[in-house]
């Protein structure tokens, strides 16, 4: 009995991860299309970031920082292409351990 239970819960997590997908919690873009970066939160528990800076911007860099607790948990940095990264959320709660994004421009050309 206790086998076809877990067998049964099982087939459910499978089916409704596969049948969901990916669950956008959040998701925004700041920038321009030559020079920005976004932030989409997934399940409430992951964060996926991206820069970009291309050949046309206006300036030689952009950037993405995840921070939690004002230590950084990653940060990337886009010369004349696209960068991205994923950071995982901590399950505690809070403001010691919520997760924040930021994002800049280098200097102009």
């Not at 010369?79 to 351990?97: N, P």
């Amino acid at each position: 009995m206790k086998k076809s239970i877990k067998k049964f819960v099982r087939s459910l997590l499978v089916i409704g991860i596969l049948g969901l997908g990916t669950v956008t919690a959040f998701a925004t873009t700041f920038g321009s299309s030559t020079s920005g970066a976004s932030t989409k939160e997934s399940y409430q528990i992951k964060y996926d970031g991206a820069a970009w800076n291309y050949g046309s911007s206006k300036y030689k860099s952009t950037s993405f920082k995840y921070t939690r607790d004002n230590k950084t948990l990653m940060s990337k940095t886009a010369y004349s292409s696209k960068v991205t990264g994923s950071v995982w959320d901590d399950l505690a709660w809070g403001d010691k351990y919520t997760t924040h994004f930021s994002w800049s421009r280098g200097a102009k050309r």
